[in-house]
């Protein structure tokens, strides 16, 4: 199809210099190839990409999640464990590995290797994230919602952290950011809604979809250039 052709033509561009400035170019290049039904044509670009820049931690975080989330958890472990050797000394790029690798152990587990992780970079962004979205995985609302607000405080563009506030604590929704200040990026709003409802701050039952939807429409009005 000509989108398919298109994206790899970008994606073709981006690694000619050796690099790729954007990660959403490989992003929607792999997007292409398993909506075109070949998660293994999308595994391969990965695994090109990683090869031609062995350094790049936020690349090999997005392969791990990758992998992670078309069921390969075997080696997206095994992905894991080695660049925790590779980067062993660099805690920005172990932070942003065990954000993803976070994703490799089962639920319950997470929360101790994440604190244990921020530990050494309390600050980090992916961590963070990962660490309120397993919070309020487990029903532990009050603390990803403590934890959210946090994010927004360091990072007010993560639409991500913004959406998990709101569905936390609805009352935020009067606090999202419009216009050139809105938030720009986020990738994972809809695992935000693992539960169905949550009561809002009247005391009626909203849905967290219905949340969703709204911060996204301040998002899009607002989006960044």
């Known amino acids: 199809p000509d989108a398919l052709v298109l994206v790899h033509k970008l994606f073709r561009a981006a690694l000619s210099d050796g690099h790729i400035s954007d990660l959403r170019i490989l ?3 792999v997007h292409a190839e398993c909506q075109a039904g070949s998660i293994s044509a999308g595994s391969e670009l ?6 031609r820049m062995p350094t790049n931690s936020e690349l090999l975080a997005s ?18 464990q080695n660049g925790l050797k590779h980067f062993r000394h660099s805690s ?8 993803a690798g976070a994703l490799t152990v089962p639920l319950e ?5 994440i604190t244990s992780a921020l530990s050494s970079t309390p600050d980090h962004e992916g961590m963070m994230w990962r660490k309120a979205m397993t919070l309020y995985q487990l029903g532990q609302w009050d603390d990803a919602m403590t934890l959210s607000q946090r994010l927004v405080d360091l990072y007010p563009k993560n639409g991500d952290a913004w959406a998990l506030l709101c569905v936390c604590d609805p009352k935020a929704l009067d606090n999202v950011p419009t216009g ?6 986020g990738s994972q709003w809809r695992i935000v809604v693992e539960n169905p409802l949550v009561v809002g701050y009247d005391g009626c039952l909203i849905e967290t979809s219905d949340i969703l939807e709204i911060v996204m429409d301040r998002i899009r009005t607002g989006e960044c250039t």
């Open 109 to 113: 587990a997470r929360i101790s290797m």
């Open 63 to 80: 392969y791990i999640e990758f992998l992670t989330q078309n069921n390969r958890l075997s080696l997206a472990k095994d992905v894991f």
């Open 46 to 51: 990965y695994k090109e990409a990683v090869a």
């Open 180 to 185: 050139q200040e809105a938030p720009c990026y």
């Open 27 to 29: 992003k929607h290049a």
């Open 92 to 99: 920005s790029a172990l932070g942003d590995l065990c954000a």
